[in-house]
């Protein structure tokens, strides 16, 4: 019996959408995109979002780790893990983690990734990633992107697109979809 071959998801770049093909999908998952694709935004108030390193601590959102965790003025801000996400002012020295102090990209890989992924597998309806593999399957393109341009969870030079994580963790559902 032959394996089902899925159209693999891509990330792109905001300031590239102009450039995807006429005949791919693209797909909004910032903040401004529309219901149920707003739900894959950092800031989409879901709820009771375990903090890493903060056993039975929660957040309403994933922007409120990320910045609620940042060390400014030599100090945390817990009041941004409640209500919806939003940017926070200042020079970061770090993001705290449990005891230690993590640069950006550490931080990337065990704070944001972490929270953004319990999020993916936790809190978005089953019926969204049905649409998503359905279209995998069918071979339709799909192209991810949100209000960011940077894709390299390793360049810190300017904010992460929380899109290209979310494209990660498609691939890998069609993966193991291929693989059934």
Request: glycine share 6%; proline share 5%; aromatic share 12%.
């Amino acid at each position: 019996m032959k394996k089902t071959k899925y159209a693999k998801c891509h990330f792109v770049a905001f300031a590239k959408i102009d450039h995807v093909a006429k005949d791919a999908l693209l797909v909004d998952v910032s903040s401004y995109a529309e219901e149920p694709y707003c739900q894959f935004s950092p800031f989409y108030v879901h709820g009771d979002i375990p903090i890493p390193k903060k056993a039975g601590e929660y957040s309403d959102t994933v922007e409120g780790i990320w910045q609620g965790l940042k060390v400014i003025r030599k100090k945390i801000a817990p009041r941004y893990f409640r209500g919806p996400g939003k940017k926070r002012g200042g020079k970061p020295e770090g993001h705290q983690y449990g005891s230690k102090l993590l640069s950006v990209v550490e931080a990337r890989y065990k704070i944001y990734k972490v929270a953004y992924e319990w999020v993916l597998q936790n809190k978005i309806d089953s019926k969204v990633y049905a649409t998503i593999l359905q279209n995998a399957q069918q071979g339709v393109s799909q192209y991810f992107y949100d209000v960011e341009n940077n894709g390299d969870i390793n360049n810190p030079s300017s904010p992460l697109a929380h899109a290209s994580l979310l494209v990660q963790y498609l691939n890998r559902l069609i993966k193991k979809n291929e693989d059934r």
